[in-house]
Nanobody, 126 residues
Framework: VQLQASGGGLVQAGGSLRLSCAAS????????MGWFRQAPGKEREFVAA????????YYADSVKGRFTISRDNAKNMVYLQMNSLNPEDTAVYYC????????????????????WGQGTQVTVSS
């Protein structure tokens, strides 16, 4: 699976962005997909994840209620709708795919994902 993230940019606090992740490969529809982010000087952190069939979604507490993850298996796409953005959301956002991730606990662990996109920069100005 190869991943290509896009949709980042500069937005004012309170604004919205939608990130997209295009996947190639026949196994996409059977993989768990996640979004992670990394701010300067900080470790990569979990943002959101979605199960292979889109039924189950999970969010970091810091984005719950503001971000929505979704997927379209017919198009090999994953999305992250980000609303009510604040400067603390500034980071490089990465999409990732995991072939053997099923539990909600494991979906939050970056080390369990097999494939990563190149990242897209999100900058939120105050």
């Amino acid at each position: 699976v190869q991943l290509q993230a896009s949709g980042g940019g500069l937005v004012q606090a309170g604004g919205s962005l939608r990130l997209s992740c295009a996947a190639s490969g026949q196994s996409f529809s059977s993989t768990t997909m996640g979004w992670f982010r990394q701010a300067p000087g900080k470790e990569r952190e979990f943002v959101a994840a979605i199960s292979w069939n889109g039924v189950n979604t999970y969010y970091a507490d810091s984005v719950k209620g503001r971000f929505t993850i979704s997927r379209d298996n017919a198009k090999n796409m994953v999305y992250l709708q980000m609303n009510s953005l604040n400067p603390e959301d500034t980071a490089v956002y990465y999409c990732a795919a995991g072939r053997r991730i099923w539990s909600s606990r494991d979906m939050r662990l970056a080390r369990l994902y097999d494939y990563w996109g190149q990242g897209t920069q999100v900058t939120v100005s105050s």
